[in-house]
């Protein structure tokens, strides 16, 4: 399955925090494709609904967070040199901001604030993304780390497709992944 040879590329960059940078592409208002590189933080494991879920924080006042109101599908694209591997994975974004009312998903995205660092937690205390820079120093003082601020957000891509390439080998090989409605994958070899 895509998962574990997934985890085997995830192990072997196990010292390389840049590994577990992505990009993350969603589809814009205009109809163009927008993306930008994100850090993947890690699948549920403790949930059978979301279990395939590859989890992402942002900020609401991103321009993702409309875009993906208005159309959640999004395409990761992800590349680990060592194993050489390519994965796209495409699926809907389900978005987890404070109005949220599931208490399962205000669980994990307490969970996911929690588990930050402070110098992460504070970009969600900055001046509004993409607005012109007033001040050169943004003092403010770092947000507690029990409660998430309004602005932070929980993503969750929800994958339907898996392309895995694999550059190595002559010629490389290629498989494709497809998951039904009811959660289980099939698995193609394809040409590369
Ligand atoms: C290495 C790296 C990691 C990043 N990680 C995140 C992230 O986890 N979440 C996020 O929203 N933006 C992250 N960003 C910033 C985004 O690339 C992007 O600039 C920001 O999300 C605004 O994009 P948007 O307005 O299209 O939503 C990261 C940027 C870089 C270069």
């Known amino acids: 399955m895509w998962r574990s040879h997934l985890a085997r590329s995830l192990h072997k960059h196990r010292n390389q925090p840049e590994a577990r940078f992505f990009q993350l592409a969603t589809i814009g208002l205009d109809q163009r494709p927008h993306n930008r590189t994100v850090v993947f933080r890690g699948f549920i494991e403790d949930s059978d609904r979301f279990k395939d879920c590859l989890q992402i924080i942002t900020d609401r006042r991103s321009q993702k967070f409309e875009q993906i109101l208005d159309n959640p599908w999004a395409e990761v694209c992800w590349y680990f040199a060592k194993t050489r591997s390519?994965?796209?994975i495409m699926g809907k974004l389900c978005?987890?901001?404070?109005?949220?009312?599931?208490?399962?998903?205000?669980?994990?995205?307490?969970k996911s604030w929690q588990s930050l660092s402070d110098a992460a937690r504070i970009q969600f205390?900055?001046?509004?993304?993409?607005?012109?820079?007033?001040?050169?120093?943004?003092?403010?003082?770092?947000?507690?780390?029990?409660?998430?601020?309004?602005?932070?957000?929980l993503l969750l891509l929800e994958?339907?497709?898996?392309?895995?390439?694999?550059?190595?080998?002559?010629?490389?090989?290629?498989?494709?992944?497809?998951?039904?409605?009811?959660?289980?994958?099939?698995?193609?070899?394809?040409n590369p």
Do not use: M
Request: glycine residues 2%; contains cysteine; aromatic residues 8%.
């Open 86 to 88: 390519q994965f796209r």
């Open 95 to 110: 978005l987890i901001d404070a109005e949220n009312p599931s208490l399962e998903l205000q669980n994990l995205r307490q």
């Open 125 to 153: 205390a900055w001046a509004h993304p993409r607005e012109k820079r007033i001040s050169e120093n943004l003092e403010i003082a770092t947000p507690a780390p029990s409660l998430p601020l309004a602005d932070f957000c």
């Open 159 to 190: 994958p339907i497709e898996v392309d895995h390439l694999e550059l190595r080998g002559n010629p490389q090989n290629r498989f494709l992944y497809q998951r039904d409605d009811q959660g289980v994958w099939t698995e193609i070899e394809v």
